[in-house]
């Protein structure tokens, strides 16, 4: 085999090798990755409270995406619902589990207000908040 036609096999292989690795070195948490958890800070901040850090992939495995998408009427968008402490103490949002039978009661206030004091409302850990230029860059 004359040497040019080798040497572009070899890159060729080489290059292939890179894509496979890449596909097959993905790291495990990744896949997941779009349903981080979500800081919800749209209240919190302000009435001196640290933000709300939502497991989401603790509870996506727990419950069906239609039982806080439809029929808790959650919808899908970090920040995206209006919520205050009046209507989890009602039984709406969090509520409807949070309420001592579903799952532990609201009084356990540092279980979800878990956020850093400024953490803005967004999905945290995952891919799309990667791709954004890093907060440092933003001037926040
Ligand atoms: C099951 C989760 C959960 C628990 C437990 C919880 N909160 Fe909240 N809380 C939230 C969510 C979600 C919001 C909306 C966050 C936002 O938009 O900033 C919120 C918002 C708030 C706010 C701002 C809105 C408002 O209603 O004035 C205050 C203040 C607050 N919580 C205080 C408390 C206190 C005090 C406790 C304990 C008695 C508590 N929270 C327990 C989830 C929770
Ligand atoms: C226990 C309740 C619950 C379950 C179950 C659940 N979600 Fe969510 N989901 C939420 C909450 C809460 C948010 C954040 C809403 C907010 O910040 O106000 C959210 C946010 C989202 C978002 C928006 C994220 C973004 O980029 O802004 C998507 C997409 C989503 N969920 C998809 C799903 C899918 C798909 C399933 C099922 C596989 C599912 N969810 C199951 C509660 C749930
Ligand atoms: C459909 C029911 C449901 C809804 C709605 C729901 N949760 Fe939960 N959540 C649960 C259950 C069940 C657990 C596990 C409780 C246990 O281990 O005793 C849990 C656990 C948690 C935990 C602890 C996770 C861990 O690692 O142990 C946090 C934090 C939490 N929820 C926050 C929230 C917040 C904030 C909201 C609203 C935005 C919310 N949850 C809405 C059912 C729900």
Redesign the pocket.
């Known amino acids: 085999m004359p040497l040019k036609p080798m040497l572009a096999a070899g890159v060729g292989l080489l290059v292939a090798g890179l894509i496979a690795f890449a596909l097959v070195n993905v790291p495990p948490g990744d896949a997941q990755a779009?349903?981080g958890d979500?800081v919800?800070n749209n209240y919190s901040d302000d009435a001196g409270m640290r933000p709300v850090v939502?497991p989401?992939w603790f509870?996506?495995i727990?419950?069906?995406?239609n039982?806080?998408?439809a029929e808790?009427g959650?919808?899908?968008?970090?920040?995206?619902?209006d919520?205050n402490m009046l209507k989890i103490f009602d039984g709406e949002?969090?509520g409807a589990?949070h309420n001592s039978e579903i799952a532990w009661g609201v009084e356990n206030c540092v279980l979800c207000h878990t956020g850093m004091p400024g953490m803005r409302?967004?999905?945290h850990h995952?891919t799309?908040d990667r791709l954004v230029a890093p907060p440092s860059a933003k001037g926040q």
């Open positions: 779009e349903y979500v919800i939502f989401h509870h996506r727990r419950f069906r995406c039982v806080c998408h808790l959650f919808e899908f968008k970090a920040g995206g619902n919520i949002f969090c589990c409302t967004r999905v995952s799309s």
